[in-house]
């Protein structure tokens, strides 16, 4: 399965990664090393509460996670209507929790893209994908995904018939959407382990789709 590239290239594309963004960027880590320094020094916060959230954030949430809810919702129907209906309790039936606000999943059918943004922020279901990729926080994508969805689309390699419609969510600190990709073909025999390492999270964020397997 692939891992979280905090990286635009990874798609192909260096516009997310302006110069401008990655002067910002290394400011925000200027200032947030200050803010560390400053709430250890204060007592506040100690520097092992700070390492255990960020290995929470690495290592306990992830799109590992993620592919797992989408391979159960492909091999298990009834999983999937209750994933649809009320995705935090299905998500807690699964050991997957504590997320900030509610989840929603949004199902890609034969004639429904769905696709997912914060357009104000950078609102995100971590526990079931990680931390955002750049590209999410971005500018650009926040913006542009609301007004020019298929070129967004597009530039992530990404194809929508015309005649399907493409549906973009806005997620916030109260509803966090999820994307529930389409199942390729050919995947009749497989297993949900071997479903879930089809997955990645671009698909989950309805910036990609799940190719067949070759
Ligand atoms: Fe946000």
């Known amino acids: 399965m692939s891992h979280d590239h905090d990286d635009a290239s990874e798609h192909g594309h260096s516009h997310y990664d302006s110069p401008a963004s990655r002067r910002a960027r290394s400011s925000f880590e200027v200032r947030s090393m ?9 007592g506040v916060l100690t520097t092992d509460a700070i390492d255990a959230f960020v290995d929470i954030m690495e290592h306990r949430f992830g799109p ?70 750049t590209w999410y926080k971005d500018y650009a994508y926040r913006s542009r995904a609301v007004l020019e969805p298929r070129g967004v689309l597009k530039e ?32 009749e025999h497989m297993s949900e382990d071997e479903l879930a390492a089809l997955v990645d999270r671009n698909s989950m964020i309805g910036t990609g789709v799940v190719p067949a397997p070759a």
């Open 34 to 42: 200050a803010l560390e320094a400053a709430l250890v020094e204060n």
């Open 64 to 133: 590992h996670h993620g592919a797992r809810v989408v391979a159960k919702a492909w091999s298990d129907p009834e999983f999937k209507q209750r994933l649809l209906a009320d995705a935090n309790a299905a998500l807690t039936d699964l050991g997957i929790g504590g997320t900030e606000g509610n989840v929603r999943v949004v199902e890609n059918t034969d004639d429904t893209h769905n696709m997912v943004v914060c357009t104000l922020c950078s609102c995100y279901p971590w526990p079931l994908l990680g931390l955002p990729p």
């Open 156 to 187: 992530f390699g990404v194809e929508i018939d015309p005649d399907v419609r493409v549906a973009v969510w806005d997620s916030s600190a109260e509803v966090r959407y999820f994307v529930l990709p389409q199942r390729p073909s050919g995947t």
